[in-house]
């Protein structure tokens, strides 16, 4: 097998353009010629390493297994004689990609002038609610970092609207019910959880905080909810696994790889390891296009921009973008499929992405535990309907067929902000929320410690919340506490949410930059 072939140096090095890209991670070359293209951090990071050792700039960021994870066993073309590995074959992070001080114009007085200063992190304790978190973040993460995590598909419009549909939904509070004692506690594919929420599956934490996913992990036990661990993670999974409290239970999330062998070879690994859940992500055949994160790698990529509209100014269509990213993620994924993942783990398997009725159906028709109404946190195909939005269809459809909270179990994701939002979603029918990027940003802001104060936001809001709607526990929520006459209608008048309007950065036209 290629895998096993041992290469010199010299020999990786002759692959070294584009259009023949090969790269040494942790001792292994790989073929990342196709990889390039859909690589999250932009091509270019791993084109300008092609023929060389790339182990240093890949590992701040990356899991030592993610590419036997991702690319099938014919792009290992073999293992590094670590001795002819010398100074020049050692690719070099270049000075674009580099930390960069932010710096933040204040004024002094009125009528003074403006003068730059570093930006003052204020302390923890200063932290009231999720947007406080994102407007941290956003001044003390890498521009290429922050751009990456915050970005949505196309306009950006279903990543706005996924927060903003939960405005749409107005409380029906109910009064003179005791509600000296609130019980927020629940179950979430019967693990116990202080509410109903969960960490969902996010890329790459490690371009949050240096701890990335460990981090995560031990806030999700401290703040007392499941985590679902990522396949696209940065740390590998025995880390996460690691990192996890002897009584401690996760979930995950899976890509299928187009090699099959590769996803049953994790599954079984989670399986082993007590893992209780697999959400299949089925909302990401291809890519969408993220184009605030486009234009933070463009900008960054420190290139030369005469060259660039010569060489790169024709898109190269041969392959297509999906027949590039089906070398990790495969794009035939289909329902004949759903026998296949119900056969190879005796988890609970639910699907990742649901976006109308019609599939939630099929999904419990096939035996599934779940699914999970989501749009990929707007990142893939623009002017969805928000997971809050689609619940009721697809709670009034499954009913109907005679599903159950106990045998199928619905959750949604994408703009949970509030503790307002997490009692809307159990109102329609939710066994409970995911959270990803509020993750993320209290992780970036404040590490660890961030996350867990973040969740105990969400707790005194939904607490305030439940005792005002008069429901002293979790199964008193009910659709009677909620009105959705506007929920489907996208021109109802709000008012102006001033969080995400000072809060959110909006896409920035080329001109600008």
């Given at each position: 097998?290629a895998?096993?072939?041992?290469?010199?140096?010299?020999?990786?090095?002759?692959?070294?353009?584009k259009?023949?890209?090969?790269?040494?991670l942790?001792?292994?070359?790989?073929d990342?010629?196709?990889?390039?293209?859909?690589h999250p951090?932009?091509?270019?990071?791993?084109?300008?390493?092609?023929?060389?050792?790339a182990?240093?700039?890949?590992d701040?960021?990356h899991?030592k297994?993610i590419m036997?994870?991702?690319?099938k066993?014919?792009?290992?073309?073999?293992v590094v004689?670590t001795s002819?590995?010398k100074p020049?074959?050692?690719?070099?992070?270049p000075?674009a990609?580099?930390?960069?001080?932010?710096?933040?114009?204040?004024k002094a007085?009125?009528?003074?002038?403006?003068?730059?200063?570093?930006f003052k992190?204020p302390?923890?304790?200063?932290?009231?609610?999720s947007?406080?978190?994102?407007?941290?973040?956003r001044?003390?993460?890498e521009?290429?970092?922050w751009?990456?995590?915050?970005?949505?598909g196309?306009?950006?419009?279903?990543?706005?609207d996924?927060?903003?549909?939960?405005?749409r939904?107005?409380?029906?509070?109910r009064?003179?019910?005791?509600v000296?004692e609130?019980?927020?506690t629940t179950?979430?594919l019967?693990?116990?959880?202080?509410l109903?929420l969960y960490?969902?599956?996010t890329?790459l934490?490690?371009l949050?905080h240096q701890?990335?996913?460990?981090?995560?992990?031990?806030?999700?036990?401290?703040?007392g909810?499941?985590?679902?661990?990522?396949?696209?993670?940065s740390?590998t999974?025995?880390?996460m696994?690691a990192?996890r409290?002897p009584?401690?239970?996760v979930?995950?999330?899976l890509?299928?790889?187009?090699e099959r062998?590769?996803s049953e070879?994790?599954v079984?690994?989670l399986?082993?390891?007590?893992v209780?859940?697999l959400?299949?992500?089925?909302d990401?055949?291809?890519?969408g296009?993220?184009?605030?994160?486009?234009?933070?790698?463009?900008t960054?990529?420190g290139?030369d921009?005469q060259g660039?509209?010569?060489?790169d100014?024709?898109v190269?269509?041969?392959q297509?973008?999906?027949?590039a990213?089906?070398?990790?993620i495969d794009p035939?994924?289909n329902w004949?499929?759903?026998?296949?993942?119900?056969?190879?783990?005796?988890m609970?398997?639910?699907?990742?992405g649901?976006?109308?009725?019609e599939?939630a159906?099929?999904?419990y028709?096939?035996?599934l535990?779940g699914?999970?109404?989501?749009?990929?946190?707007?990142?893939?195909l623009?002017t969805?309907?928000?997971?809050?939005e689609v619940?009721?269809?697809?709670m009034e459809?499954?009913r109907?067929e005679?599903?159950t909270?106990e045998?199928?179990a619905?959750?949604?994701d994408g703009g949970?902000?509030?503790?307002?939002?997490?009692?809307k979603?159990?109102?329609?029918?939710a066994?409970?929320?995911?959270?990803?990027?509020?993750?993320?940003?209290s992780?970036?802001?404040?590490g660890q410690?961030g996350?867990?104060r973040?969740v105990h936001?969400?707790?005194?809001?939904?607490?305030?919340?439940?005792?005002?709607?008069?429901?002293?526990?979790?199964?008193?929520i009910?659709?009677?506490?909620?009105?959705?006459?506007n929920?489907?209608?996208h021109?109802?008048?709000?008012?102006?949410?001033?969080?995400t309007h000072?809060?959110y950065q909006?896409l920035?036209p080329?001109?600008r930059?």
């Amino acid at each position: 097998m290629a895998s096993d072939k041992v290469l010199t140096m010299d020999e990786i090095a002759k692959h070294n353009t584009k259009e023949d890209c090969w790269v040494v991670l942790y001792g292994k070359a790989y073929d990342l010629t196709k990889f390039a293209k859909v690589h999250p951090g932009g091509a270019k990071l791993i084109t300008d390493a092609a023929g060389m050792d790339a182990t240093a700039i890949f590992d701040p960021i990356h899991p030592k297994d993610i590419m036997d994870k991702l690319l099938k066993p014919s792009l290992t073309m073999g293992v590094v004689d670590t001795s002819t590995i010398k100074p020049e074959h050692v690719a070099k992070p270049p000075e674009a990609h580099k930390p960069k001080p932010k710096k933040k114009a204040v004024k002094a007085d009125a009528g003074a002038e403006e003068v730059e200063e570093e930006f003052k992190k204020p302390p923890l304790a200063a932290m009231l609610n999720s947007f406080d978190f994102e407007s941290v973040a956003r001044e003390v993460m890498e521009p290429q970092a922050w751009g990456y995590y915050s970005s949505g598909g196309d306009d950006e419009i279903t990543l706005r609207d996924n927060h903003l549909a939960f405005q749409r939904i107005t409380m029906r509070p109910r009064i003179l019910v005791n509600v000296r004692e609130i019980d927020m506690t629940t179950k979430i594919l019967g693990v116990p959880a202080s509410l109903p929420l969960y960490f969902t599956a996010t890329a790459l934490a490690k371009l949050a905080h240096q701890e990335g996913e460990l981090a995560i992990v031990k806030a999700a036990k401290k703040a007392g909810v499941p985590y679902m661990l990522p396949t696209l993670s940065s740390y590998t999974l025995d880390e996460m696994l690691a990192a996890r409290t002897p009584d401690q239970v996760v979930f995950s999330q899976l890509y299928v790889n187009p090699e099959r062998s590769r996803s049953e070879e994790y599954v079984a690994k989670l399986e082993q390891a007590g893992v209780q859940a697999l959400f299949v992500t089925v909302d990401a055949p291809q890519l969408g296009r993220r184009e605030k994160d486009m234009r933070n790698k463009f900008t960054q990529q420190g290139s030369d921009v005469q060259g660039d509209d010569e060489d790169d100014g024709a898109v190269d269509r041969s392959q297509g973008a999906t027949r590039a990213i089906s070398s990790y993620i495969d794009p035939g994924l289909n329902w004949e499929d759903v026998p296949w993942l119900k056969s190879i783990t005796k988890m609970k398997v639910l699907l990742k992405g649901v976006q109308c009725a019609e599939d939630a159906v099929m999904a419990y028709k096939s035996g599934l535990a779940g699914c999970v109404l989501s749009n990929h946190g707007g990142r893939q195909l623009d002017t969805c309907r928000p997971g809050i939005e689609v619940l009721p269809e697809v709670m009034e459809a499954v009913r109907a067929e005679g599903a159950t909270k106990e045998n199928f179990a619905v959750f949604i994701d994408g703009g949970v902000r509030r503790g307002g939002d997490v009692f809307k979603a159990v109102a329609l029918g939710a066994e409970a929320v995911g959270v990803g990027r509020p993750v993320l940003y209290s992780l970036a802001s404040y590490g660890q410690n961030g996350i867990v104060r973040m969740v105990h936001m969400l707790q005194d809001e939904l607490q305030m919340v439940m005792r005002l709607a008069g429901t002293p526990n979790i199964p008193s929520i009910t659709e009677k506490h909620v009105i959705t006459t506007n929920l489907a209608d996208h021109i109802v008048p709000l008012p102006i949410d001033n969080l995400t309007h000072k809060t959110y950065q909006g896409l920035e036209p080329a001109a600008r930059l």
